[in-house]
């Protein structure tokens, strides 16, 4: 496995504009991030494989966009109002606040996620843990992961409302207006993408953790007996995918959680961890939710929400959930990690970003040798037949060698060049990233010698 730093992507990110510090001309907002013109290209292309994938290749998977703010009931139904929390210490001089679970873990290595506050208290008083400023700590209590806003223009009258924690509930309390219009029989998926928030106690960790973050999920309806058959199937779908991607597939592993460690409303949960430079940690997760949001919806809408089953006597029940759920900014976090990339060159450096190309922001670059205008205007034309079928830039700046390591940092798989010599013998120069390797391509071929690429 290659040694790859976090300050080494970090920068990167920054330099090139991938990721920038949110709000960064007011002294930023902690852990706040906002992506650069190749950062949204590389999280759309993410976002755009992973639903032509599960959702728009496949006869058994639609798709949904619901709200993100949504009646507070649901998030009581769900249990998300009583159960959502973590546990949380606080310095008792600097009033500073950690996670009770990840500071035990970090001084003894101990796995403290599910203990309760009792078995936490007594981890933290039998290793004399104290907070990173060295201070003593308060008893651990129980903190509310959601976020909390109003809505009504009056000040009286207002409704507590949240913003989503998971998009997950949107496709439960949609279940019924799907399976009526789209007349889906199970086993069935519904996915979804979009924004959720947390009020974590210890966000960090660049883009990894973070208040408010991006999700892929997808909710899977099936007959209770086969749900193992479905949690396997699904398990070997998202490795496929992540490898389809470009995931370092050295860094993934999977975790199968103790019976403790299941969140409310799971019966078996089984992560996918990545090795990040910072140590391995949760990429996705997968639980079997059996019925238990259906029916808690079912109870307190009091609207039914069963299935009928056609072949089987009309037989109606509450169909049962196996949940993939993948974060985007993780993945994309993954992803740089495991395309990142030194080599030397002619005693020098080149820092590349190795990006399967259907996923790279930037496919083809197009870079003319000179900035004379008979040069600029067959730039322009070749610009013009690949950019019509591949994402494409043009960049005349700087020496070639630099506009070449430029590409190469930002991870484009090809860069075309037009030289003098292109004007009388009508070809380019196509350079690899990965080889270096370089081909002369006649320009009325260029359409066929790519599609044998891409
Ligand atoms: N609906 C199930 C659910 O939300 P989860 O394991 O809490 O399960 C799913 O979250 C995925 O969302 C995680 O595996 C991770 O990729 C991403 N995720 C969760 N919390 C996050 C955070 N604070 N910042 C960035 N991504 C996060």
């Keep these: 496995m290659k040694d790859v730093s976090m300050e080494k992507i970090v920068n990167l990110c920054k330099t090139r504009g991938f990721v920038f510090p949110g709000s960064e001309i007011y002294g930023g907002l902690a852990n706040s991030w906002d992506y650069g013109p190749l950062g949204v290209q590389l999280k759309r292309n993410i976002k755009d494989d992973w639903w032509k994938t599960f959702v728009e290749s496949r006869q058994d998977m639609v798709g949904l966009d619901g709200a993100i703010l949504m009646n507070p009931k649901v998030w009581e139904a769900s249990g998300h109002v009583e159960t959502f929390n973590d546990p949380l210490v606080e310095d008792k001089e600097t009033n500073k606040r950690y996670r009770a679970d990840h500071l035990i873990e970090e001084v003894t290595g101990i796995d403290a996620d599910g203990k309760s506050l009792e078995e936490l208290e007594a981890l933290i008083k039998e290793h004399d843990i104290k907070s990173p400023d060295g201070n003593e700590l308060t008893a651990p209590r129980q903190f509310s ?105 050295d860094r993934v592993s999977g975790d199968d959680h103790a019976p403790e460690k299941l969140s409310h409303y799971s019966k078996k949960t089984v992560d996918v961890m990545f090795d990040f430079p910072f140590g391995r940690q949760e990429l996705w997760g997968m639980a079997y939710r059996t019925d238990f949001d259906l029916h808690q919806h079912q109870e307190h809408s009091g609207q039914k929400l069963l299935y009928t089953d056609p072949n089987d006597n009309h037989r109606k029940f509450l169909p049962h959930v196996i949940e993939p759920s993948f974060g985007v900014d993780r993945t994309l976090l993954a992803l740089l990690v495991s395309c990142y990339d030194e080599e030397e060159v002619d005693g020098d450096t080149r820092t590349l970003l190795r990006f399967p190309a259907h996923i790279a922001p930037v496919q083809v670059a197009v870079l003319p040798l000179s900035k004379k205008p008979e040069l600029q205007q067959a730039s322009e034309r070749v610009l013009k037949i690949v950019s019509s079928k591949w994402r494409a830039e043009y960049d005349e700046t700087q020496s070639i060698g630099k506009r070449y390591r430029r590409q190469d940092e930002i991870g484009t798989p090809y860069c075309i060049t037009i030289d003098f010599d292109s004007l009388d013998d009508h070809a380019v120069t196509v350079r690899d990233r990965d080889t270096m390797k370089q081909d002369r391509v006649p320009i009325d071929e260029l359409v066929a010698y790519f599609e044998g690429k891409f």
Excluded: C
């Excluded at 496709?171 to 199970?186: A, C, D, G």
């Excluded at 749900?227 to 699904?234: N, P, V």
């Excluded at 992540?242 to 597939?249: A, E, H, T």
């Design 145 to 249: 992961g959601m976020f909390e806003t109003s809505a009504g223009a009056a000040e009286e009258g207002k409704q507590k409302i949240y913003l989503r924690p998971e998009t997950a509930q949107a496709i439960f309390v949609n279940f019924k207006n799907v399976l009526e219009t789209s007349r889906k029989r199970l086993p069935f998926g519904i996915a979804q993408i979009g924004k959720a928030f947390r009020n974590e106690i210890t966000p960090g960790n660049f883009i990894f953790r973070t208040l408010e973050f991006e999700q892929m999920e997808i909710e899977y309806f099936v007959e209770e007996a086969q749900w193992e058959e479905h949690f396997d199937k699904w398990e070997a779908a998202r490795m496929a995918w992540g490898k389809s991607i470009g995931l370092d597939m």
